[in-house]
């Protein structure tokens, strides 16, 4: 594609060089340079990118784009200077590749918790309905049928670009996005156009990176701040700042609701460990999908499809053939006639639902004996939190290792306490290794008593020391369940 093609739309403060050269490839790390390639100089926190503009240059670049020009300009070579490198990235790559996101209908889904859940389950409800998709979520990314593993929450802008492209060229008439406030901050979703744009809730993480509270807020707000007048906002109006959300969107706005009235109101029924009972807008239906934060999650999934255009009965059958998320509130009962639950809740809020909805279900005869941690190198104000909700909703609290990063595990866990009141002493316990703490929720547990292994849900590896070893909490539970019942 020619340089004068590819910066279309993209306020340019001023080019030198040939502007009609042709380029083969978008690049953002110098070490990717090939031959014919357009390099993005893009400052970061850590690295300038424009210290690497002679490297690139070296390596077979033929234009640069920057935000300033280097003291020498290499002949031959073209430079495109703009404002902001970041921002230009997501409409160069939206050209590089035909802007895809203008060609499907692409529905973005932001907040706290919820977001890879309610992404996965549209994917699948739109299967149900005979329509092939893209996801793009934390756990994977999939065009139809074709999966691909999946690294952050949000990939890079050139990379969604790519994986759009994709799904026009395969027939996909839809795109389901789960948006993170790091990939909003990063401008990963520059120059993409939602259709739709979902919020599930807001609650205390990612404070490591944002600071404080209110910044957070920002940033998920700037998602919907930047939608077109074309596109629909939905949101949560059960959570205080779902209207928040709304406030300077130019989209239509929708709303929904367990709690208060809405456009789309949803009510819980009868709920148990199989499934629930549910009645959104009038239309009773049922689900194998569980506990109360999935009455949001699925009410949100209704309210989208429903803004796309399917009846409301067909998109009911739909959801109603829908399967658990891997790691999302999966159970299996073992033979013994103990019930185990994985879980990924990684945040004070996520915690609290999943606890909340056990204690909904279980008839308080039975124990709830909790395994869970916190990450390393993340959000240490959580920690603290996370004890007291842990050991005030189960019998017995098992503290323990999560992914410690670089942090030493024991005060990680020692951060974790530091919360727990004393009215709960008795009811935790702290064992750093992770595999530990789950023999000894099982050796604990009896015969209809309910163990929870929550933090990793999907996830299959700990990272320790910058190192990843293989550990899924799934297989560990069955592995030990069959060792210590022979």
């Known amino acids: 594609m020619i340089i004068t093609e590819l910066v ?4 340019v403060l001023e080019i030198h060089g040939d502007s009609n050269r042709e380029v083969t490839e978008l690049v953002i790390d110098s070490r990717k340079v090939t031959k014919n390639s357009l390099y993005i100089a893009m400052r970061g926190t850590v690295v300038d990118g424009h210290s690497f503009i002679a490297s690139a240059i070296e390596k077979g670049a033929t234009a640069i784009v920057c935000e300033e020009f280097p003291e020498t300009l290499v002949e031959n070579v073209t430079y495109v200077q703009v404002k902001d490198s970041s921002k230009a990235l997501g ?172 456009d789309y109101h949803g009510k819980l029924l009868e709920v148990d460990f199989n499934g629930m009972l549910l009645n959104f807008n009038g239309k009773e239906f049922w689900t194998t999908l569980t506990g109360k934060f999935n009455v949001y999650n699925l009410l949100l999934v209704f309210g989208i499809a429903a803004e796309l255009g399917f009846e409301q009965d067909e998109i009911l059958q739909a959801i109603s053939k829908l399967k658990r998320v891997s790691g999302r509130f999966e159970t299996f009962k073992s033979d013994g006639g103990i019930f185990f639950i994985v879980d990924y809740a990684h945040t004070p809020d996520a915690l609290e639902n999943i606890l909340d909805s056990i204690n909904d279900i279980r008839t308080k005869n039975e124990r709830l004996i909790t395994v869970f941690g916190c990450g390393g190198d993340r959000d240490h104000s959580k920690r603290p939190e996370m004890g007291n909700i842990a050991t005030k909703k189960s019998t017995l609290a098992i503290i323990t290792s999560d992914n410690p990063r670089t942090e030493d595990p024991a005060q990680i866990i020692k951060e974790i306490e530091a919360g727990v009141e004393p009215q709960n002493f008795s009811k935790y316990t702290s064992i750093p290794d992770r595999k530990e703490a789950i023999k000894m929720a099982i050796k604990f547990a009896e015969p209809k008593d309910i163990v929870l292994v929550a933090g990793k849900g999907h996830e299959n590896y700990q990272e320790i020391n910058g190192v990843k070893h293989h550990f899924d909490d799934k297989e560990v539970i069955n592995e030990l369940w069959k060792l210590m019942s022979k």
Do not use: W
């Open 8 to 11: 279309n739309r993209i306020p």
């Open 91 to 262: 409409h160069l790559a939206s050209n590089f590749y035909g802007n895809p996101s203008q060609k499907l209908k692409l529905i973005g889904v932001t907040g706290t918790n919820g977001k890879t859940s309610v992404s996965t389950l549209l994917f699948d409800v739109f299967k149900n309905l005979g329509y092939p998709a893209a996801l793009l979520s934390t756990v994977e990314i999939r065009i139809g049928e074709e999966v691909i593993p999946a690294t952050h929450t949000t990939p890079d802008v050139i990379t969604i670009n790519r994986i759009l492209a994709e799904a026009v060229e395969k027939g996909c008439e839809f795109a389901f996005m789960e948006v993170s406030s790091h990939g909003i901050a990063q401008n990963r979703i520059e120059g993409l156009h939602f259709k739709i744009a979902g919020f599930t809730n807001l609650t205390h993480d990612h404070l490591d990176y944002h600071k404080t509270f209110e910044e957070y807020l920002k940033t998920k707000k700037r998602f919907f701040d930047q939608l077109e007048d074309t596109a629909i906002a939905i949101t949560n109006v059960d959570d205080k700042n779902g209207n928040v959300m709304l406030q300077n969107t130019k989209a239509k706005k929708k709303s929904y609701a367990l709690k208060t009235m809405a």
